[in-house]
Structures are given as structure tokens and as C-alpha cells.
């Protein structure tokens, strides 16, 4: 995205945030293909057939995005972090109903075909434990934890990123480096 269409997001963006009920229509034409693209990022590792489809996680995180009233937005990149977080609970909390189905909270009949499917879903187990280690990295570090997050559930780059918690570059890829190698270390031992 150039730097002009880039300032041009944020004008609409701090113009909606006044109550520029036009803006918001004109945001929306302008973000939803980038929240699209940012939904396929999320979706990617999603088994086929998976019930949320990105259509339906750009349209609950838009909705949620709207609903929110008189915020001070910062620039494209504050609007599209804010999506990814909001796209990461979406998820979690998608994966977490469904597991907790599989494990007997509604009964469910199912096929020999359909028992295959649910075998493959482990992605939602995965995620729900990226989810735990993450709030326990934020514990810990967090702006480690939330350059994960933008940069992973947000598919910002190294320079948005940097733009967004006003360090540096280089800083943001020693947090990516540490943060990964932590991630990777804690994973580990849950998956054990």
C-alpha cells in the first residue's frame, strides 16, 4: 500500500472516530479486500469444510470494529492490529466452542466419515494453546507477546510493527526471535 493511500485510511479512519458516518462507508469499501486477505492468512491452516468461513471472520470483525465508539484510531496499522486481535479471539473462541462439543458438551451422532474430519482438528487444539502461551508470554514480555501477534494474527510487517509500539526495527525482530524460540520451547512441552 503507498504512503498517500496509507494517510488516506487514517483521515477516514480518525473521521469515523468523530462520528463521519461517510467515512465508515468509504473505510469499508478501502479495508475489506486487506481484512479479506488478513482472514485468509488466519484461515490458512483451517481444515477443509471448517464451519467459520473468511467471509463470515471479516464480516464478525468488521461488526466489532464498528460497534466501538469515539476511538482515537492511530493510523492503518492501529485499525488492522486491532482486526487481528479481534480475529484471534474470534478464532479461539470458535475453536474452544468446538472443542468443547467434542469433548461431550452437546452430544453429538456422528458418521464414520464425519468422526475422520473431526480427527483432523487438531489445528483448533493448536490454536487455543498458541492462545494460552501468548497470554503467558504477555505475562512475561509484552511487547514480545504482542509483536507475535500483530506480525502472526495480523500479518503486519517488521516496520509496521515498529511503527505501531514506536521502537525500532531491529528491535522488533530481536522481540519476533525471541518470542518464536520461546513460543516454539512452550509449545513443545504442551504437546508432550
Not at 469515539?70 to 480475529?87: E, G, L, S, T
Request: glycine content about 6%; proline content about 1%.
Amino acid at each position: 500500500m503507498t504512503d498517500a493511500a496509507t494517510h488516506e485510511i487514517t483521515e477516514l479512519l480518525k473521521a469515523w472516530g468523530q462520528g463521519d458516518k461517510a467515512a465508515l462507508d468509504e473505510l469499508t469499501d478501502r479495508c475489506y479486500r486487506e481484512l479479506r486477505r488478513l482472514a485468509r492468512h488466519h484461515m490458512r491452516g483451517e481444515r477443509a469444510g471448517h464451519s467459520l468461513q473468511t467471509s463470515a471472520l471479516v464480516n464478525e470483525a468488521f461488526l466489532r470494529l464498528t460497534d466501538w465508539k469515539n476511538v482515537d484510531w492511530q493510523n492503518r496499522a492501529h485499525f488492522f492490529a486491532m482486526a487481528a486481535r479481534i480475529m484471534r479471539n474470534i478464532l479461539v473462541d470458535f475453536a474452544k466452542r468446538r472443542q468443547s462439543i467434542k469433548h461431550g458438551a452437546e452430544i453429538l451422532t456422528v458418521s464414520l466419515s464425519v468422526a475422520d474430519s473431526l480427527a483432523q482438528e487438531e489445528r483448533g487444539t493448536d490454536l487455543i494453546a498458541l492462545d494460552e502461551a501468548l497470554n503467558e508470554l504477555a505475562g512475561l514480555n509484552p511487547r514480545q507477546s504482542r509483536v507475535v501477534e500483530l506480525k502472526f494474527f495480523g500479518g503486519l510487517n517488521i516496520d509496521e510493527i515498529a511503527a505501531i509500539l514506536e521502537v525500532s526495527a531491529g528491535t522488533v525482530r530481536r522481540d519476533w526471535s525471541l518470542a518464536q524460540a520461546w513460543l516454539y520451547r512452550e509449545l513443545s512441552k504442551r504437546n508432550q
